[in-house]
C-alpha cells in the first residue's frame, strides 16, 4: 500500500491568500479532498484558497450558506462576494486556469448549464464511493437527502 500523505498537497487557507477566491469542498471526503489538491497543484498563479466545509471559519465567514447545501455542491466564493457552486465551479474555472480552458466552449454554451448541474449532482451524491472513507462505517458520512 502506497503513503498518501506522501502525495498530499499543502493547501493555502483564505487566511494565506486573502484576496483569493475561495473554494469550499467536503474535507471528509477523500475523493474531494484528492481533487482539490490537483486543483491546487493546477493553480500556479495562487488565484485559490482552500477550505473544508467542516471549518468554523466556514460558518463565520458565509453564514449565508448551509451545511446541507455545501454538503451537495462544491462552492467557490469570490473576492468580491459572487458564489459558484457545482458545474459553475468549473465554467468559472474555465476562464481564469488555463488547464480548464478546453472546457469553456461546452460548459459555456447557451441553455446547458443545467444539464450540467444535473450530471454534478448525480456524481457528487455518489462521491464517496469513489474515496472511501475507512472511519465512516457506521453511515454517518452519507450525504444528506435534500428536503
Do not use: N
Not at 471549518?55 to 455545501?70: G, K, N, Q, T, Y
Not at 462552492?75 to 474555465?94: H, I, M, N, P
Amino acid at each position: 500500500m502506497h503513503d498518501v500523505a506522501a502525495k498530499s498537497v499543502a493547501l493555502p487557507s483564505p487566511v494565506d491568500r486573502p484576496s483569493a477566491d475561495v473554494v469550499i469542498y467536503d474535507g471528509e471526503c477523500k475523493f474531494c479532498t484528492a481533487s482539490v489538491e490537483r486543483l491546487a497543484r493546477f493553480d500556479r498563479r495562487g488565484l485559490l484558497a482552500f477550505i473544508s466545509l467542516h471549518e468554523p471559519l466556514v460558518a463565520e465567514r458565509w453564514p449565508e450558506l448551509s451545511h446541507d447545501d455545501m454538503m451537495q455542491y462544491v462552492y467557490l466564493c469570490t473576492a468580491d462576494g459572487q458564489k459558484y457552486r457545482g458545474a459553475e465551479v468549473f465554467q468559472y474555472l474555465s476562464t481564469r486556469m488555463p488547464q480548464f480552458y478546453l472546457l469553456a466552449p461546452v460548459l459555456h454554451f447557451p441553455g446547458l448549464m443545467p444539464l450540467w448541474q444535473m450530471f454534478y449532482r448525480a456524481f457528487a451524491k455518489r462521491r464517496y464511493r469513489f474515496g472511501r472513507i475507512e472511519s465512516c462505517t457506521d453511515g454517518s458520512c452519507k450525504i444528506p437527502a435534500r428536503r
